[in-house]
């Protein structure tokens, strides 16, 4: 890419360059899991990884367990 062509733009230079917009639950694919899948969110997602493993089965189940409770 020719970056003479391009208008400047204060602060773009320092962009990456396969910057992405971010999503629900971050760069981890399990938080993103959880977080799409249940109604946790993405911290609450987290914590539950920290504590229990990444086992999406077990994670699951533990999400819909804190949903009946809550």
Do not use: C, W, Y
Request: charged fraction near 40%; glycine fraction near 8%; aromatic fraction near 2%.
């Amino acid at each position: 890419m020719d970056k003479s062509k391009l208008p400047h733009r204060p602060g773009a230079g320092r962009a990456a360059q396969d910057a992405r917009l971010p999503t629900k639950g971050g760069d981890d694919p399990d938080v993103r899991f959880l977080a799409e899948n249940t109604d946790l969110s993405p911290k609450q997602a987290r914590e539950l990884i920290r504590e229990h493993g990444h086992d999406r089965d077990k994670l699951l189940e533990i999400a819909r367990t804190m949903k009946a409770e809550g």
